[in-house]
């Protein structure tokens, strides 16, 4: 039982490239989230899914898209990185009858 | 818009001391969470607290949830260099898909 992984663990890009960052779970869970951590600051919600199928909009969305076409798999998309797009991105997975939220190991971006 | 405060952002504590870190937020909640952070580390789930007059203990560490002031605190018991790291506190909801609000975090140095 591995949890919550992440891919990659560290990228770097050039502004103007795109990439994906993969978030998988293999505990069944219905809900799904991308968050950001900036220094000196806690973690914000980019975007989250309730259910195979489905993403919805968090607190800082502009510049990502999501997918989650499988239950299990959750994508978060940059398609142009920005600078200000550097950051440690966390992904996280809640079941419906669970009380608390589980946090991969964290994808490490920088984009110069 | 939801605010989550923390204070102090930084705390420098000798070992054997106590302290409190302290968590304010703008609306009611049903459930707040700590949250445990080592450099360069994902998030370890400390407390997760419900109700109104929750308290949970762990070692040297005990949580408390006010919902009428709006308040969570984590106690630091005789602290040790262990316990160095930062804290987060983030607050949810049932019912929105689960979504978490993070604290600014308050990064702990516990000095011999």
């Known amino acids: 039982n591995a949890g919550v992984t992440q891919t990659p663990k560290f990228r770097v890009l050039k502004t103007g490239q795109s990439m994906t960052l993969l978030c998988a779970q293999d505990m069944n869970h219905e809900y799904m989230y991308w968050y950001r951590q900036d220094p000196g600051m806690g973690l914000r919600l980019i975007h989250y899914?309730?259910?195979?199928?489905?993403?919805a909009k968090g607190e800082v969305p502009d510049g990502y898209n999501v997918s989650r076409l499988k239950k299990q798999n959750f994508l978060l998309g940059l398609e142009s990185a920005a600078p200000s797009q550097t950051s440690v991105y966390f992904c996280?997975?809640?079941?419906?009858?669970?009380?608390?939220?589980?946090f991969g190991p964290g994808t490490r971006l920088t984009v110069l | 818009e939801l605010k989550v405060e923390q204070n102090p952002l930084f705390l420098s504590m000798q070992e054997g001391k106590n302290y409190t870190i302290y968590c304010n937020y703008s609306?009611?909640?049903?459930?707040l969470y700590w949250y445990r952070q080592d450099p360069g580390k994902s998030l370890e789930s400390l407390f997760v607290?419900?109700?109104?007059?929750a308290v949970k203990q762990e070692g040297r560490l005990m949580a408390s949830l006010d919902t009428k002031a709006r308040l969570s605190t984590l106690h630091i018991t005789a602290a040790v260099h262990d316990l160095s790291a930062t804290y987060f506190c983030?607050?949810?909801?049932?019912?929105?898909?689960?979504?978490?609000?993070f604290g600014t975090g308050t990064r702990l140095q516990v000095t011999l």
């Open positions: 996280a997975s809640r079941g419906t009858s669970a009380n608390e939220q589980f």
């Open positions: 607290l419900l109700s109104n007059g």
């Open positions: 609306t009611t909640s049903d459930r």
């Open positions: 983030a607050v949810g909801w049932t019912g929105t898909a689960s979504k978490l609000t």
């Open positions: 899914s309730v259910g195979e199928g489905t993403t």
